[in-house]
């Protein structure tokens, strides 16, 4: 079984920063894609905020292009989420997933079971 743990959300006042990490334990074979999805308030579905393969390439959303960051440490199964120039808009939960391959090269998106971030005004 595999875990993904987060940490890192919290209540922060709009223009400042929040770094959130995720970490995956277990039994991993390998892991591809890592990422993170966010839900606002009110919002039915999740929006991708930002992935990473393996290898380092990445993509944004655009409300995440030049605030946020993210990075991953392969040796520790972790994903980074540098949040900067925080708005009352990014206020939601992330979710962190990462694409679990298998011994038999089937992929599995594990998720993590969210934090709360708040930007206040």
């Known amino acids: 079984q595999v875990q993904l743990v987060e940490s890192g959300g919290g209540l922060v006042q709009a223009g400042g920063s929040l770094r959130l990490s995720c970490a995956a334990s277990?039994?991993?074979?390998?892991?591809?894609?890592m990422g993170w999805y966010r839900q606002a308030p009110g919002k039915q579905r999740r929006e991708l905020v930002a992935?990473?393969?393996?290898?380092?390439?990445?993509i944004y959303a655009d409300s995440a292009k030049g605030r946020f960051t993210i990075s991953r440490d392969n040796a520790k199964n972790t994903v980074y989420l540098q949040m900067n120039s925080l708005k009352s808009e990014d206020t939601a939960v992330y979710y962190c997933?990462?694409?679990?391959?298998?011994?038999?090269?089937?992929?599995?998106?594990?998720w993590g079971q969210g934090t709360q971030v708040t930007v206040s005004e």
């Open positions: 277990g039994t991993i074979f390998s892991i591809n894609g």
């Open positions: 992935d990473i393969t393996s290898g380092g390439s990445t």
């Open positions: 997933y990462a694409d679990l391959v298998s011994r038999n090269y089937r992929v599995f998106r594990n």
